[in-house]
């Protein structure tokens, strides 16, 4: 519906006389009817946060929320109720004021600029020249023609008006030109299946940037070659906000070009069975690395010859985990940092102090049995022994011994059958 259709209905409204003292729809749908018919959106607010107000005020009373809830829901809609129709009546009043002399077939001067001067801003301001130049259009139309429409609004959801702003355009062609309708349509649909892409998948970012940089711009090039085609000669001016946009887009730019992509992103190069194998290395590096140098200097002792051991080791299989990951533009610090969650790093150092725990008896049941001359096997466990080794002592004993540890377990064979 349009402004002159609106204001020839919101007269015959008017002449209709007496006004009802209750509105039943301001009733049954409260807040959401002032919102719905433009009322007022003070309103809207008022009776939407009542209910909120007055449940939070009367709870200290009585603590029963759904109680107040629902007494302050039903005092709300019954205001709404009588209040509706005597403020609908100011809002058609000063409607038909106001747009009385809105003139939609009038002509309008639409933003005209060069066609190229429009892609390169939109490009180089990663789409937010887009808003920029639907604001200019959307603000001619209503200057011109009186219209009921906020240019601000319109040109933030730029990527759902588009379609409207086109058509208005078409009306003062000589000739509609499909192809503006088309472009349109494109538009908001790439625009959307961009950020759907973005939010679910950041293995589908490329196309998102695919979209923002070169995609979106060039669909708004027949639609702007249709506003020239009207306008005559393009604008070569540049107002102070629109430098000061294009400053700013220019700076993210920039920064987009210089910052490197999301981790996620990264990763998300390699294959699923590179990215198994890769995050189950990474938590035996970080085991290894860091865990028993944790735990141990949590108990008063430091490492200094298992992680020498350990990199021994495997220090060439590290080094070629390193190698892919930097391919990628990524590092084993930045991963253990970003990607590792704080409660598998806990889980890892919890599972270390355990299997340390597990050491010092094994050790302890050891020593028993050589003085009782029994098999390990057979000495009973004794919770008071645990007294016998510190915790200190026992990362001692595993710092000197730990290499025999690696190279005589399954933990030797970890790399066999990884592949980065």
């Known amino acids: 519906m349009n402004v002159t259709e609106k204001v020839a209905i919101f007269k015959k409204d008017l002449k209709k006389g007496k006004l009802k003292p209750f509105n039943v729809w301001a009733f049954i749908f409260g807040s959401f009817y002032f919102f719905y018919t433009g009322i ?34 039903i005092i709300s809609h019954i205001c709404a109720g009588f209040v509706a129709n005597p403020e609908g009546k100011k809002y058609k009043e000063n409607f038909i004021q106001q747009f ?26 990663l789409g937010l020249y887009d808003i920029y130049w639907s604001y200019r259009n959307w603000s001619a139309y209503k200057k011109a023609t009186k219209d009921d429409v906020e240019p601000l609004l319109m040109a933030l959801f730029n990527f759902l008006t588009i379609f409207s702003l086109q058509n208005k355009i078409q009306r003062l062609l000589p000739e509609r030109k499909k192809i503006n309708y088309v472009c349109a349509i494109l538009y908001s649909v790439l625009f959307i299946s961009g950020v759907v892409a973005y939010t679910l998948s950041f293995a ?66 390699f294959n699923d069975k590179q990215q198994a194998d890769i995050g189950e290395t990474i938590g035996f590096v970080y085991r290894h690395e860091q865990g028993y140098k944790k735990v141990c200097a949590a108990e008063g002792y430091e490492l200094k010859k298992y992680p020498k051991d350990f990199m021994n080791l495997f220090g060439k299989n590290i080094e070629e985990l390193k190698s892919a990951l930097h391919s990628r533009g990524i590092t084993l610090e930045e ?40 098999s390990p096997e057979k000495v009973a466990w004794k919770d008071e022994w645990e007294d016998l080794i510190s915790f200190e002592e026992i990362c001692n004993v595993f710092d000197m011994g730990g290499i025999d540890i690696l190279e005589n377990s399954s933990v030797k064979d970890f790399f066999k059958d990884k592949k980065f």
């Open 40 to 73: 007022s959106v003070w309103y809207f607010f008022l009776f939407f946060v009542f209910p909120w107000v007055f449940t939070a005020a009367l709870i200290p009373l009585y603590p029963n929320v759904w109680l107040w809830a629902v007494i302050g829901l």
């Open 100 to 125: 009385k002399n809105a003139k939609l077939d009038a002509d309008v001067k639409y933003f005209n600029i060069s066609p190229l001067r429009l892609w390169l801003s939109s490009f180089f301001t």
């Open 204 to 269: 589908l970012i490329s196309l998102l940037l695919m979209i923002t940089y070169a995609v979106l711009p060039t669909l708004l090039i027949p639609i702007q070659k249709s506003i020239n085609s009207i306008s005559g000669k393009t604008s070569k001016e540049y107002t102070k906000w629109e430098v000061a946009l294009l400053v700013v887009g220019v700076c993210c730019f920039l920064s987009s070009l210089l910052s490197p992509l999301p981790l996620e992103e990264r990763l998300s190069s």
């Open 335 to 374: 991963i253990m940092s970003q990607a590792m969650p704080e409660e598998l790093k806990n889980k890892i150092l919890l599972s270390v102090y355990d299997e340390l725990k597990s050491l010092r008896k094994a050790v302890i049941l050891n020593m028993m049995a050589d003085m009782q001359n029994m």
